[in-house]
């Protein structure tokens, strides 16, 4: 499977959303759902895990995407993720990274 790398940083093809709509997994939106409702304190239904990845056009994308300041900043400033942005590393980006430190490592070896 190709690597798909999102706007932030995270491989969006290693993501359960991902696999899960690329190979039509049932078993995995459920499984996902549940991890993800539990983990989230939202409701999360199998169904809603299904996404192309953030930098796709058209296509389904997993809830938050569709809000995502950092995924709206690199559309706007037409880069592929934010390793390609003059002004990398934002205080938006910093702070998403704080929580997701494998997205810095991989947006830091894109930059290389």
Known sequence: MEKIIGVCGIVCSDCPAYVAYKND?????????K???????AEIKPEDVNCV??????GPK????????IRACG???KVATCADCKDYSCEALD?????????????DDLRK
């Open 25 to 33: 997994d049932q078993e995995l939106r459920i499984k996902s759902a």
């Open 35 to 41: 991890e993800w409702s539990e983990m989230y304190g």
């Open 53 to 58: 990845g953030c930098m796709v056009e058209g």
């Open 62 to 69: 997993i809830g938050h995407c569709f809000e995502c300041e």
């Open 75 to 77: 559309v706007k400033n």
């Open 95 to 107: 702070k998403f990274l704080e929580m997701v430190p494998e997205a810095k490592t991989t947006l």
